[in-house]
């Protein structure tokens, strides 16, 4: 199994360190915000950093990179992959879907989704029975749609929703009980939301994290991923009030529902 180590940063975000299965103290760095969370983990661990993946370009992931760049610990280059569409500090390898970010040193290897909406040029890396999918997919929720459209958000969470059941889900923030929370009002009666919920907030309430969770979890307690289920379609067609005759209308409802929730 891959081993993957969370290093916390500004409020609540989620920086991943992926160990090299040949070399556990060689590490990529996943949507490095902020440096110094980071810097403090290495050298704590006696850990060298040997790659940077970004999923997109908004400061909370990036505004780490050049300083990790900077203080690199020895004179190789540390490649840089990120988005192809996006503007990302470090001259990044431009990654598409199709496109693989391989350290074949490090016996690492992942493959590149598209998964547009929160931003315009969103992109997710699976491998290893993993999927780092940055601000696209949270545990019980979704991004907001800052760059792209409700379709293309459905779209991109429906690629999501098919990779295999055990794909573990490395998402960016730490956002999982205020999603179950949303996740229940729109259907009271989801029992395994219910129950995520209460498991959710006995590691909170041990600062632990709730991440990464699961395709298998998020099929089942996620909205997001639900809008073919006739209790999330009436449920998003009584807040808009009108009948929504497609998946993706579903969506743009509780999405919008989603954004003034408290």
């Known amino acids: 199994m891959l081993q993957v180590t969370p290093v916390r ?26 440096a110094k969370p980071v810097g403090r983990m290495l050298a704590e661990r006696h850990l060298t950093l040997a790659g940077i993946l970004i999923t997109h370009h908004h400061s909370d992931h990036v505004g780490g990179v050049a300083e990790l760049l ?4 020895s004179s190789a280059a540390i490649p840089v992959y ?15 879907e199709g496109d693989h970010a391989r350290f074949a040193e490090l016996g690492l290897e992942f493959a590149v989704l598209d998964v547009p909406g929160h931003t315009a040029g969103h992109i997710a890396y699976v491998g290893h029975g993993a999927v780092f999918c940055g601000d696209t997919l ?8 800052f760059e792209g459209t409700a379709e293309q958000m459905h779209s991109s969470l429906s690629k999501l929703a098919a990779l295999p ?30 129950s995520y919920f209460e498991k959710c907030q006995q590691l909170r309430a041990r600062d632990q994290a709730t991440i ?8 089942n307690v996620n909205p997001f991923l639900r809008c073919d289920d ?10 808009a009030g009108r009948r929504l005759p497609s998946q993706p209308e579903v969506f743009a409802a509780i999405r919008q529902w989603k954004d003034g929730f408290r």
């Open 138 to 145: 949270f545990s019980a929720g979704c991004g907001r749609l």
């Open 70 to 73: 900077r203080n690199r610990d």
């Open 212 to 219: 990464p969770s699961d395709i298998r979890q998020e099929r």
């Open 230 to 239: 006739e209790t999330v379609k009436q449920a998003a067609e009584a807040y």
């Open 165 to 194: 059941a055990e794909t573990l889900v490395y998402c960016a923030h730490e956002y999982t009980l205020s999603n179950l929370k949303f996740g229940l009002a729109v259907a009271p009666g989801n029992q395994a939301a219910a």
């Open 9 to 34: 940063a500004f409020t609540d975000n989620y920086i991943w360190l992926i160990h090299s299965p040949r070399d556990a103290s060689r590490v990529l760095v996943v949507d490095p915000g902020d």
């Open 82 to 96: 990120g988005p192809a569409n996006e503007t990302i500090p470090g001259d990044p390898t431009r990654l598409r």
